[in-house]
């Protein structure tokens, strides 16, 4: 069965710092994936998607980036977090392109101080 | 674009059945779905509907009606641990042939009571 995992699950970064959250996905083999954010009383936020390795799209613009080094890994980036980045970011994989069922990690908290 | 609207909070007795609505608007629509999403935790799968009518699974169906917009997911025999939020999501056309996205509603946050 497929599995996704994403850490850390929570961390608390001052303004200025760099960010690195990383997913994993077993299972399955060239999964579509995804990270999403989800801020305090507001839905879920698509941040990027990938359908294979170095193929990135961004949905918002931002401050942050997403790498797909290898077929099942996916990493979300920032090199200087603003407050405004605090919330729940969730990293979640698919079969189909984009409009299939989409499965999440555990969501990585993150608390910018 | 897309614009999915559901009620913000709801409660509901245990042992009751609630009905939770979803309302959407959209072009190239592609299929409906339902999470469930306890606090703190991340979304999991609840259904997914691509034609009109009727989902069962277990104590939780869902329906659709594609002329109007319109789902809802309903509970049935509410236990304790059915408090969580509800989330709506549609996929609909993106660009390109064959391209897809998925919008989440914002979620409803159901409160079961003893």
């Known amino acids: 069965s497929q599995t996704i995992h994403q850490w850390p699950a929570t961390l608390v970064q001052p303004v200025g710092s760099p960010l690195s959250l990383e997913c994993t996905v077993e299972g399955t083999s060239n999964p579509n994936l995804y990270w999403y954010r989800q801020a305090a009383g507001r839905g879920l936020q698509l941040l990027f998607y990938s359908v294979g390795i170095g193929q990135i799209s961004s949905e918002v613009p931002q401050n942050l980036s997403a790498s797909r080094p290898q077929d099942r890994q996916f990493i979300l980036s920032s090199k200087k977090l603003l407050l405004s980045d605090s919330g729940f970011y969730l990293c979640?994989?698919?079969?189909?392109?984009?409009?299939?069922?989409?499965?999440f990690g555990e969501g990585s908290w993150l608390t910018v101080v | 674009g897309q614009n999915i609207d559901q009620p913000t909070e709801m409660t509901a007795t245990e042992g009751a059945i609630v009905q939770i609505n979803c309302t959407y608007q959209t072009s190239g629509f592609n299929g409906l779905f339902w999470y469930q999403q306890h606090a703190g935790e991340a979304p999991t799968f609840l259904s997914y509907?691509?034609?009109?009518g009727l989902e069962e699974k277990g104590r939780f169906s869902s329906f659709l009606s594609r002329s109007k917009g319109y789902s809802y997911l309903l509970l049935k025999e509410l236990q304790m641990k059915d408090s969580a939020s509800y989330l709506c999501a549609v996929s609909s056309a993106y660009s390109g042939a064959g391209s897809y996205q998925l919008t989440f509603g914002k979620g409803t946050k159901l409160s079961v009571i003893p």
């Open positions: 979640a994989w698919s079969v189909s392109p984009r409009g299939g069922t989409i499965y």
């Open positions: 509907n691509v034609l009109d």
